[in-house]
């Protein structure tokens, strides 16, 4: 194999890995399809494990968009902060269930320390990048200093713009506004490193081409560079760690610096619950099954081991419980989705089966009680509507 076969051979492995990333179980991903329709994927059709899945887009930058959107990784309710998480839309569960209650009265400090969330220096919860905790730590500390009756109005307030569609729309028109000639220059240094250099290189050879490759490449990444710092600090003040280190590595690394709109497209919408995210991508077929999920998993949550809970979370647990799937049938109405067909118990698919999960609608013959799947859910009968 010649050198410039070795070189095609290296770029096109350098893109593909650029394509590939990783998400925390509990993280929904929305990636742009090559028809420019939307998908929600929960769990990853390749690569999981207990903590995550590797996800994949689309190769060439423009057809390769992907949001990724999480309810709140942790309980938060009028008396304090729990560990334990109150959705978990992936099909394995959990990818831990040992809680700690911090009371309200005893949070001293919250910290966002890179990827971790800390409280009086313990682990809140850990994240994919250093912007939910960030967020979060704003939050937290807020409420943490309201006095105790104001502090479920305030929770409430920020539940509900977790599920504000018109701040969605903004959000996401900012960024096409403000970003629309720098992730076109994007895409240009795609085209001129995957299609320009290996053409010029292969028909003039090196060191003819040098001359005329490297000052361009110099200048376009030198453009690129700039230009996300400034949208970085305008959309992410914040992350001053996580900008310092992305635009070192799109200033030295041009096959990377080819994917720096997703750096801000990805947590971009981080804030948003993932029903809120779904209902402005998903066309209406796509958006039921994610939304049926959801409403699954709110109304039949996961058994949590009780001897690793205690009353103080399990209280919390229910309150912010309560709280979400309220807001999530009330986005549901919005959306004229009738989740009371989801009630209905489903026709048996064998003669055999007389009771089903409720969770995940699998099907059992009389002699199971639960189901394994779903953390040992009680079975409901098929012969009678769920009350």
């Given amino acids: 194999m010649s050198d410039r076969q070795y070189l095609l051979l290296v770029l096109g492995f350098l ?27 929960v769990r990853s059709e390749a690569i999981s494990n207990h903590h995550g899945d590797l996800h994949w887009c689309w190769p060439f930058p423009p ?21 334990v998480p109150v959705e978990c839309l992936h099909p394995s569960g959990h990818s831990g269930t040992a809680s700690v209650f911090f009371a ?45 009756r104001d502090r479920p109005t305030r929770l409430r307030e920020y539940l509900r713009q977790s599920f504000d569609r018109p701040m969605l729309r903004v959000r996401r028109a900012n960024l096409s506004e403000r970003a629309a000639n720098w992730v076109t220059a994007c895409t240009g240094l795609w085209i001129f490193l995957m299609i320009a250099c290996p053409v010029i290189l292969w028909r003039f050879g090196w060191l003819p081409a040098l001359w005329w490759l490297l000052p361009a490449l110099l200048l376009q990444l030198a453009w690129i560079t700039a230009g996300f710092i400034r949208l970085h ?42 029903l809120c995210v779904a209902a402005e991508l998903l066309s209406s077929e796509a958006l039921e099954p994610l939304a049926e999920r959801i409403w699954r998993d709110l ?54 089966h007389s009771g089903y999960c409720p969770r995940c609608l699998s099907q059992f013959t009389e002699e199971a009680k639960t189901c394994a799947d779903c953390g040992g859910h009680p079975l409901v009968s098929m012969v009678r509507p769920i009350r």
Wanted: include cysteine; charged fraction near 25%.
């Fill in 15 to 41: 893109a593909l890995t650029e394509c590939l990333f990783w998400v925390r179980r509990g993280g929904v991903v929305f990636r742009q399809m090559a028809t420019r329709r939307w998908r929600a994927v």
């Fill in 63 to 83: 057809a390769g968009s992907v949001y990724i959107a999480r309810s709140w990784p942790f309980v938060a309710g009028p008396e304090g902060i729990a560990t």
């Fill in 104 to 148: 309200w009265a005893a949070v001293r400090d919250v910290a966002a320390d890179g990827k971790v969330l800390r409280i009086n220096g313990q682990p809140l919860f850990r994240s994919d990048s250093p912007y939910e905790p960030l967020h979060f730590e704003a939050l937290l500390r807020d409420l943490s200093r309201l006095p105790a």
């Fill in 233 to 274: 600090r305008r959309f992410f003040p914040a992350a001053n760690d996580e900008r310092f280190k992305l635009a070192l590595v799109y200033a030295l690394a041009p096959v990377s610096a080819t994917r720096a709109p997703d750096s801000l497209s990805r947590p971009l919408l981080g804030s948003f619950h993932p």
């Fill in 299 to 352: 109304r039949f949550p996961r058994p949590v081991t009780m001897d690793l809970r205690t009353p103080q979370v399990a209280a919390e647990e229910a309150w912010f419980r309560s709280e979400i799937k309220s807001r999530v049938e009330d986005l549901l109405r919005e959306v004229n989705v009738n989740w009371a067909l989801w009630e209905r118990p489903p026709m048996p698919s064998d003669p055999t």
